[in-house]
């Protein structure tokens, strides 16, 4: 089975501007969880997608948001971007369903610099 | 303030030794679980450890977890240069297995 996989690796953008980034889960897996890892913040969580619907979502501001289509690939977008959004953006997928706890598998990751 | 918290923040040892990486958290907890990750790339999921288990062995990774001091560690057996890496431990809440909350992370650095 091929793993996750994140499109770019890597990115750099002005503040002001506005980023789309995406991952494709494993095939068959119905979550997808992304993340946000800073050296001075470390991995919060973003939010959680299942069958397209947002399922769980952490502390951002709404400029951070997302969505999932219905092959499961998901993308999250930021809007007006701040230099303290430069960060390794990670995102997971899981089975998302049957008994929990889900063993997420993680991507590569995106690095977006914003300058 | 995080949910989990590793002890020590930074770890250097001698290829052969062991080293030993500790968890903190606050709140109750459905489980518990590990995660490497090399040079600021993807996390690779470890080992996980239910809150009615008290320890795990994987190859050379042992885990315990002590519920009433809120607490992990994570033993590597036998170092290898290739362990070096930042891990992680995460906590999902008992009242929402969905939300899981990654700590600081603890950096080894092996020296061959």
């Known amino acids: 089975k091929a793993g996750v996989t994140q499109t770019p690796r890597y990115l750099i953008k002005t503040r002001g501007q506005q980023v789309t980034l995406s991952c494709s889960p494993i095939s068959g897996h119905r979550s997808v969880s992304w993340y946000q890892q800073t050296p001075g913040q470390g991995l919060q969580f973003l939010f959680e997608y299942f069958s397209e619907t947002q399922r769980n979502k952490g502390n951002f501001p709404g400029r951070f948001s997302g969505r999932q289509f219905s092959n499961s690939r998901s993308e999250m977008n930021v809007s007006t971007l701040e230099l303290g959004d430069s960060a390794l953006y990670l995102c997971a997928s899981s089975s998302g369903q049957g008994p929990r706890p889900y063993e997420q598998y993680f991507g590569p990751g995106t690095r977006l610099t914003v300058t | 303030s995080q949910q989990g918290e590793e002890d020590p923040q930074a770890l250097s040892i001698q290829e052969g030794e062991n080293a030993t990486m500790n968890c903190s958290y606050k709140?109750?907890?459905?489980?518990l679980q590990w995660y490497r990750q090399n040079s600021g790339r993807g996390l690779v999921h470890l080992i996980l450890i239910r809150s009615n288990e008290r320890e795990k062995h994987s190859g050379r990774l042992r885990v315990t977890l002590d519920t009433s001091k809120k607490s992990s560690s994570l033993l590597i057996t036998a170092s290898r240069a290739a362990d070096t890496a930042s891990y992680f431990c995460a906590t999902d809440l008992k009242t929402s297995y969905d939300k899981v909350i990654f700590g600081p992370g603890t950096s080894l650095s092996v020296i061959p």
């Open positions: 709140t109750s907890i459905n489980n």
